[in-house]
């Protein structure tokens, strides 16, 4: 099974007969009318203790995080974000282990509805491109699933990066945790919390 290793000949081949740019202006138009549903997918990564921008402590107190070592204790989610149509929705899973292309395609085909088109845009990260997502591709077009891949070293285009970026910062209050079951509690918390949140903005 592919890793996150990059495959180049697998990656010229899944780039053929796909737009390299961002989705284009129609696709969005299809989107917000309801006549496909559109998601941004991408991996996010969660170590035991998270970056700490500021906190609060006690005046002349200083605040202390405690560090925990991320060796074998990391958690990685997917997650594919529909910013416009009927109602925005974030779908999401968590692993505690490394990313395969097995994954991202199992993920794929919990995307589409089955009531309209389903176009999933994302980036040429090697498990996105493997050959085992080239051989699931003419199945995932038969579930009504399209891949719509970003150029090279432009995660702006990406939207689901502006909501891995809200649930890292905002999501997860705690800054560490001490055991892996922790944090996969906390993560998926985490992602559901900004799911409710999602939709309560309709």
């Not at 390299?20 to 997918?41: E, V, W, Y």
């Not at 009531?115 to 999933?120: G, M």
């Not at 970026?165 to 209050?173: A, D, F, Q, R, T």
Request: glycine fraction near 6%.
């Amino acid at each position: 099974m592919a890793t996150h290793q990059d495959e180049p000949d697998a990656q010229a081949a899944c780039r053929r007969g796909s737009t390299r740019q961002a989705p284009a202006g129609h696709t969005q138009k299809k989107a917000r009318a309801s006549r496909i549903d559109l998601f941004f997918l991408d991996e996010c990564g969660f170590s035991p203790t998270q970056p700490t921008g500021y906190s609060w402590s006690p005046r002349g107190q200083r605040r202390l995080v405690p560090y925990e070592a991320p060796m074998r204790r990391r958690v990685n989610a997917l997650g594919a974000y529909r910013p416009v149509g009927e109602l925005p929705t974030l779908r999401f899973r968590v692993y505690s282990r490394t990313l395969v292309s097995g994954d991202i395609i199992t993920f794929l085909k919990t995307l589409p509805s089955g009531v309209r088109p389903c176009v999933v845009v994302l980036d040429n990260v090697g498990i996105h491109v493997s050959k085992e997502v080239q051989r699931a591709r003419p199945l995932l077009n038969r579930l009504g699933l399209s891949l719509f891949f970003l150029p090279a070293y432009a995660p702006e285009l990406n939207e689901v990066e502006a909501v891995f970026g809200v649930i890292k910062s905002y999501e997860l209050p705690e800054r560490s945790y001490a055991t892996l079951p922790e944090l996969m509690t906390a993560v998926r918390r985490a992602f559901r919390r900004y799911r409710r949140r999602l939709n309560r903005r309709r």
